[in-house]
């Protein structure tokens, strides 16, 4: 990863250095690809089979019913990640939306919104900010998403 270091604070009314701390993994397996050509690009529709979510904030798993990648495909070989699912942790359900980018050498970013009942257990994670990293398997049936929370 990437080493990240931010310009020095200078005025008492910034909140001061960001840091990325380790918050859990989510693998997602999904169905098989679809495809069609739009006049934006390649529109990919994957839809999502099942995953489970581990590590030190969240242990659970992805509910799969509707859920899926609504990705496109551009002229240079990116394509913009654009991924919907619910996770079941602690018996509450919590939504994640991604908006990111895979590029054709793997190299994958996203970053990652929550829904979490606000009387729940996991309520933080509506006013937290995540960024992950993916890695796709070579026949594009799983990813796997390391997430980091920036604190």
Known sequence: MREFTPPPITTKD???????????????EFEERRTSRTARGQRIYQG???GRVRGPKLTGAVYAQGHGEFGLARADGVVDLNTHFALNVDGEW???RHHGYERPDGYTRVAAYFDADLRGKHAELNNSVFIATGEPSADGRRIVFTYYEAA
Do not use: M, P, T
């Open 48 to 50: 999502i089979a099942g």
């Open 94 to 96: 919590i939504y994640v």
């Open 14 to 28: 910034k909140l001061g250095e960001v840091r990325l701390d380790y918050a859990f993994q989510i693998e997602l």
